[in-house]
């Protein structure tokens, strides 16, 4: 009994310190809201639509450019295309600002993007609290705005698939489309822009064939892919315009599907794994198709 006592009294302390550390870490870490979303929104719209395009911690930028676009709360809806945090420095405060607007009863929404995930279970570089980890985790893969026939997605839309049964990565980091395997790819290199083969599937389509989840005459507002910057065709627009990259932020606004931009500082510098950024003068003078 003496030795086991005097083996208790050695081990003893060594389980505190490592109950302590468990605990430390713990706490440090923070509990990591769900891995996945929240499904589809689909809403009404007020009398206008703002959708804004990759924000990624930009906060001053943000605030620009929907003061250019007149953003009025009580009249307007307002749309985020995800990434709304991330490389930049002030993802906190874009992502206070837009959950502030939420509970003021404005009309305000941002879609799931790859680098919310990343801030949301830890591993982005921006530095937010659990409540906004998890808000963020917790955003819609679509909003649908009804009155003004718009989904908006962060990354891209399959075609002939329907929107509600596409996964979390096709959604959030689709860049081109893959014919053969009738698949996504965030690779450039593979396959086509899937916004070529979303345009070619729409106009070889039927009025009536909804297959795919996508009504003729809705319109797709995505970001994403600052590789390309603005891309406009029939059916779908691409708004992300390497704001974070010292370009500019770019929202399009609705009824008229007007292009509006505020210029934005250089924060994440080129690398190899990052988006080549878009020269400013084609963002110049260009409008909505």
Known sequence: MQRLAMSFHRVAPMAALLLVAVVILNRAAGPLPPAVPRGHAVIAGRERLIIVGDVHGMYDEMRAVLAKALYVPARDTLVFTGDVGNKGPQTAEVVTWIMDAQARGEDVHTVLGNHDIYVAEGQGVAAVNDAQRRWLGSRPLSVTIRRF???????????????????????????????????????????????????????????????????????????????????RSPLATGIDTGCVYGDALTAMVYPGRELVTAPCREVAPKTITDPNRIPKRRLEGQAAP
Request: a positive charge.
């Open 149 to 231: 026939r718009v989904v908006v997605v962060h990354a891209g839309v399959l075609p002939g698939k329907p929107l509600q049964t596409q996964s979390l990565e096709t959604l959030t980091t689709m860049r081109n489309y893959i014919p053969a395997t009738r698949d996504g790819t965030k690779d450039p290199k593979r396959g086509e822009p899937w916004v070529d083969a979303f345009n070619r599937h729409h106009a070889q389509r039927t009025r009536t064939d909804v297959t795919d989840g996508l009504p003729s005459g809705f319109h797709v507002v995505f970001g994403h892919d600052a590789v390309r910057g603005l891309q």
